[in-house]
Structures are given as C-alpha cells and as structure tokens.
C-alpha cells in the first residue's frame, strides 16, 4: 500500500535496508544501539532491518563490546564473502579486469595490454570478455553468482532505453559506441548480472571518496593523471561525483595539437603522452621502442639522477612547464568548484610524485582566488594505480545497497540463450 509520499511498504523496507547496509559498511563494525540513531531508524526498526540482513547472509555478528552500564553490546558487519563483483579499467596502455569480495578484496586478476590494434572497439571488448572469463575460472565462480560488473572507460557516457550505456570517446576514436550491448553480445554473463559503464575519472573519485584520501569530505575534485587528464567533481548535490572534461579546457588559444583534435587543451600539456612527445622534441632520448610509462620514467630519471649527478636541463624544464601547466588547470578547478580537497591520481600522477605535486600546488594556490585557495588541501590519492578498478566495482556495489541487499534474480522462465552457453563453454573451458 502506498502512503501519500508514493512510497509503498517495500520502497520503506528497502529503504531501511539500505540506510543500514551502507552505514555498516562505511562504519562498521557498529552495535545495534549506534545504528539507531546513525541511521535515523526507530530502535524497533533496527532491530527488524538486521534480523533480516542476518537471515540473509549479508551481515554477521563481529564481537562485542563492553557498556558502562547494562549488557555488552554486540557488533555487526557486512559479510565480505556474501557478494562477487568485478570490476574493469579499459585503461591507457591496458585492459585491467579484477575480482573483488564484497568487502573489495582483490580475488583474481587480468591484465591484457592494447597491443597494435590499440582501441579498436571489437579487440576493446575481447580484452574485456577474455579477463572476465579468466578471473571467474581462476576463482571457480559460476557467473550468475556475480552482482554486477563496473566498467570504467574515457569519453561522455550516455545512457540509452535500446543500447544501454554509450561512449562517446573523442580522444580514442569512440564516436557512439554502444559498449554496453556488445558487452552484452560477447561477454560470458547471464542477462540478470547487470552492468555499470562510467568514465573512467568517476571510478577514481568514486574510489577515493568511499576509501581514500577523499573519506569525510563534502567537496573534492580527483583528478585522474595518466597519458590524458580528466576529473571527478564531488559535491553535496551530486555526492556519487560528475565526471568533467577537464583535460579539453583551452590553456594556450592556437596551442598544440590535442588528441581531441583541437588546439590548446590541456592535455596537450599536461597529460603524460604529450610531456613525454615534448621532451622528446626537446632533445630527449628516451630507450628504443620504450613505451610511455618507461619512457616517463626514464624522464624523471634524469631530471633526478638516483646517483646525485646534475640533473638533465631538458627534462628539468619540460616537468617544470608541466607543473605550471597543471597548476593552471587545477587553479581553474579550485574557482569553479571551491573543493575541500584535490586529489591526484592515476598511473602518472602517483609516478611523478610528492616533489612534482610540491611544484604543482604551488602554481595552483598561486593562481587561484585567494578564499577557495585558503581551504583546499591538494594531495595525492592513497589507492595507487589499481584505484579505477576499484572504483567501477563500487557502481554496483552502490547499486546493490541502494536496493537493499536485493540480488539480481532471473526471471523464472529465462533460460541461457544458446549464444550464451557457447560463449561459458568456449571462453570458461
């Protein structure tokens, strides 16, 4: 029956269930006294949402702790082994698929590099049907036991009724593509496991903000540093974060030459494709065949010889326009947005480091208005270079929350369809 919000006793129930779940889960462990009034819920409703959650499987008791007065109080969690999700970077350089417990524990892992055909959509999604496959059979888990699969990918994501989720990657040469159907076309799972295709700066801040340096703030941007840039802007209004294009933001009208195919942006700068392209047309040389994150690191390895010798003047100055580069963006950011707190992340902004990020922040505050520059910390992300997989296996991890615990079901008359059994048996064998 529905009261006069809309809301039936199930939306309440569900509701409840979620507030409890998500508060163990961020909290926990926490006694039934704590949850009460962290939640909102009634002592009684409490009570009723775990004896539930318990029966389920979903929640388990971890110990108790000593009152002042009265009985000692029983401790709850969320039980890690009562959920499966994958969780995949289609990254720079490589397709990234691992598997996680509920409690985001790496299970299995697959790594497939681009190779040749680079982002050609059709290797795009062997690489992702390939390590899904792996990572099941590696932990013999059937895959109508997962509860979802995240997907991080760069580009604009657009949510259609036919296809699903569509990229539109102009940096990668994505114009439309409807990821989520091919997927769905060539990835060995039942229909009822859903997915959850974002941007791949989402994930991050995603990451970040549920288990990382961004825990406890209201406001942040996480910046996703790796061979382009992109951010995740986290505000009270949209708390599950809003991917922007940052890396297109014109810094030098008539500038080089960016992936995008416009001149000036950002990333033509700043991103680590295009510091190593200047420092190679600088005068560096980096090793024969060296791929971009050798080649960064053979850039910083001169800029700061490990031996003490001087440091290379050509790679010393394209890291220091870099900086400035990057601090100009972020101190774009910092205005717009207003954060708490700027995190970098991604495989480049964790190579560079402390030092590079000194230089960073101090072009940033430089330039910023000086109130939001008062109040933001700019810092390091804590989850090093595996954070975007982590971050699209809380899509449904969040999904799965929101609906109570509730775990996909198929329908009692779908069977496989012949298409799928043959993709299990040929890619799970």
Not at 192 to 204: E, M, R, S
Not at 369 to 375: C, F, G, T, V
Not at 383 to 399: C, E, K, R, S
Request: net charge neutral; aromatic share 4%; with cysteine.
């Amino acid at each position: 029956m529905a009261g006069l919000s809309g809301r039936t006793v199930r939306d309440l129930r569900r509701e409840s269930r979620s507030a409890v779940l998500q508060r163990l889960y961020v909290d926990g462990p926490m006694s039934r006294h704590a949850l009460g009034p962290a939640t909102g819920l009634s002592s009684g409703s409490v009570s009723n949402v775990v004896a539930e959650l318990l029966a389920d499987g979903l929640v388990e008791e971890a110990g108790v702790i000593g009152a002042d007065v009265g009985r000692p109080r029983r401790l709850l969690q969320v039980r890690r082994d009562s959920g499966r999700l994958i969780g995949v970077d289609i990254g720079e350089t490589r397709v990234r698929v691992e598997l996680f417990d509920l409690g985001l524990s790496e299970l299995a892992r697959a790594e497939r590099p681009l190779g040749p055909r680079g982002y050609e959509v059709d290797a795009v999604v062997g690489h992702v049907a390939d390590g899904v496959a792996e990572v099941l059979r590696t932990a013999g888990l059937a895959p109508a036991d997962l509860l979802g699969v995240g997907i991080g990918v760069p580009g604009i994501i657009e949510t259609t009724g036919e296809d699903g989720a569509v990229v539109h990657g102009q940096t990668i040469g994505w114009d439309a593509v409807p990821l989520e159907r091919l997927l769905r076309l060539s990835v060995p799972l039942p229909s009822h496991v859903p997915y959850f295709v974002d941007n791949g700066a989402k994930a991050l801040g995603q990451a970040e903000m549920w288990f990382g340096a961004g825990r406890g703030a209201r406001n942040a941007v996480v910046v996703l540093f790796g061979s382009g840039v992109g951010a995740c802007v986290v505000t009270e209004e949209a708390a599950e974060g809003r991917a922007v294009e940052w890396g297109h933001l014109t810094v030098r009208v008539g500038g080089r030459r960016c992936r995008c195919g416009a001149r000036g942006c950002l990333e033509a700068y700043a991103g680590a494709e295009a510091l190593v392209a200047r420092w190679r047309e600088a005068g560096g040389r980096p090793s024969a065949g060296a791929g971009e994150e050798r080649a960064l690191t053979e850039l910083l390895a001169a800029a700061r010889p490990a031996d003490g010798g001087a440091p290379d003047p050509v790679a010393t100055a394209v890291l220091t326009e870099t900086a400035a580069y990057l601090g100009a963006g972020l101190s774009d950011l910092i205005n717009l947005f207003q954060p708490e707190r700027v995190l970098i992340g991604g495989w480049a902004g964790l190579q560079l480091g402390g030092g590079f990020l000194d230089r960073v922040r101090e072009h940033a505050l430089a330039q910023a208005l000086r109130h939001p520059a008062s109040r933001v910390g700019i810092d390091l992300g804590l989850l090093g270079p595996d954070a975007v997989t982590v971050g699209a296996a809380v899509l449904p991890l969040a999904a799965f929350f929101a609906t109570g615990g509730r775990r996909p079901r198929p329908a009692p008359d779908q069977a496989p369809p012949p298409a799928w059994r043959a993709a299990v048996e040929g890619r799970l064998a």
